[in-house]
């Protein structure tokens, strides 16, 4: 009995204390120190600005996107009123889309937040991947998203 309280004291205690400390600074393992609360608000704004675009709610995404918001990609770059407008005119039915978002990771930089992540969107065309960083700033007490860049991820085989 006296071999396995020692083996506990001086093996696994200090195992489960290195480990402890490894998730604690392990980059994504926690909130970024001090920022729970912003990553939640974003993420509920995320989620709502590509809700909004998936059914064409111009309204949502004009009040989430700043008045400065770009938008680039394969295409080039975009300023909000140029993407509010190919959304609004939109041509092809709507959909059902059920999205995974992972990984998803914060950085903050006074008052500014860059946001990295892989959405995945199910439609009835398949499940596609992309890449995304965005760029937040907080305005008055909100989050604004001021500029989106996404690419396509091409899965490998």
């Given at each position: 009995?006296k071999?396995?309280k ?11 204390v290195?480990?402890?400390f490894t ?7 926690m909130?970024?120190a001090?920022h729970a609360?912003d990553?939640r608000?974003?993420r ?7 809700r ?7 309204a949502t995404l ?5 008045d ?6 394969d295409?080039g770059?975009?300023?909000k009123?140029q993407q509010?407008?190919?959304v609004r005119?939109r041509t092809g ?5 059920t ?5 998803q990771?914060f950085?903050f930089y ?8 892989t959405?995945r969107?199910?439609?009835?065309d398949g ?17 604004r ?10 899965e490998?085989?």
């Open positions: 009995m071999s396995q020692r083996f506990a004291i001086l093996v696994v205690l200090p195992v489960m290195l480990c402890a998730f604690r600074f392990w980059p994504g393992a909130p970024t001090g609360d990553e608000a974003i509920q704004l995320n989620e709502e600005c590509l909004a675009h998936d059914i064409g709610d111009v004009d009040r989430i996107e700043d400065d918001f770009t938008l680039s990609g295409f770059v975009v300023g009123q509010l407008d190919k005119h039915k709507q959909e059902v889309v999205r995974k978002i992972d990984p990771r950085r006074d008052g500014v937040a860059l946001v990295t992540e959405d969107p199910t439609t009835a499940t596609f991947a992309f890449q995304s960083t965005e760029v937040w700033v907080r305005r008055g007490g909100s989050w998203l001021v500029h989106l860049h996404y690419s396509r991820v091409e490998k085989q």
